[in-house]
């Protein structure tokens, strides 16, 4: 089985994301999306970005290799009456049922950042957006001292070794390799732009029970408990985690959490 489809197909991200919703929506409209445009989301979740662009107006297709996320997103749509919103399987670094110069605007909200062979990646971003179109990612910081890049950096020390050739997601979240990778598409430099952003996670209890959820149904997070459990070190890893989420909760409500974590924003215009 793929294992980047194994990885999200873990738990239940739906928990995650519905801690992500109100950012997802202000992130969505900061973009400029416009009525009857032609939009794909990918790596896209249940629709964290593609529920609020499709309420802009545009025609969202999300794309995420999680069939149940991709079924959640399906629910979704169903519910707010949102037509112009269609989710489907699919993976970054092959989109092979996809046309060229087929969109608007190609987004990528901490999703295709995950998808293995980046140079694919980009690639393909670049030929599914027309020319005169636009591509948005936004990008996890290696090494950033805010929330998700701490927990992967965490996760990764208790989990096993990579395998041989494993290009870390986290390199999407460095400007030389975003600008490297799009000049291997074909992409000049000068239309290539980097930007820090945040993001914020808004959860109805304490830190310690948004941890929780981090521990189930957090892809990363499931296969770091799952190897600490492993050779005893799981209260280790459950206590720095503990650490972290609390101290980064800068909510002033109790049993209200709200934490913010940093992120590389792309933009990329397409000739």
Request: net charge negative; glycine share 8%.
């Amino acid at each position: 089985m793929n294992a980047n489809k194994a990885l999200w197909e873990k738990g239940d991200f739906t928990r995650i994301a519905a801690t992500m919703r109100d950012s997802g929506t202000a992130l969505a409209a900061s973009i400029g999306i416009k009525s009857g445009q032609s939009v794909l989301d990918l790596g896209c979740g249940d629709g964290t970005t593609a529920v609020p662009a499709a309420k802009l107006g545009a025609d969202v297709l999300g794309v995420d290799i999680a069939s149940n996320l991709v079924a959640a997103g399906n629910r979704r749509a169903a519910a707010e009456g949102l037509v112009n919103l269609h989710f489907q399987e699919g993976d970054a670094s092959h989109l092979d049922d996809i046309e060229n110069d087929r969109f608007d605007l190609v987004i990528s909200i901490f999703g295709a950042m995950f998808a293995p062979s980046p140079s694919d990646v980009a690639k393909e971003m670049v030929r599914v957006t027309r020319p005169g179109g636009r591509i948005v990612m936004g990008n996890w910081i290696p090494g950033d001292p805010t929330l998700v890049a701490q927990v992967l950096k965490i996760s990764s020390a208790y989990s096993p070794p990579p395998p041989a050739g494993f290009v870390s997601p986290m390199l999407w979240g460095t400007e030389d390799e975003v600008v490297a990778r799009f000049q291997a598409a074909d992409i000049e430099p000068s239309c290539i732009s980097c930007s820090r952003d945040t993001y914020t996670f808004e959860y109805p209890g304490p830190p310690a029970a948004l941890m929780n959820d981090f521990i189930q149904f957090y892809g990363p997070t499931i296969n770091a408990v799952e190897s600490a459990e492993s050779n005893g070190r799981a209260e280790q890893l459950k206590s720095e985690l503990l650490a972290l989420f609390e101290q980064q909760n800068h909510s002033p409500v109790n049993d209200v959490t709200a934490i913010s974590a940093a992120f590389l924003r792309v933009t990329v215009l397409v000739k």
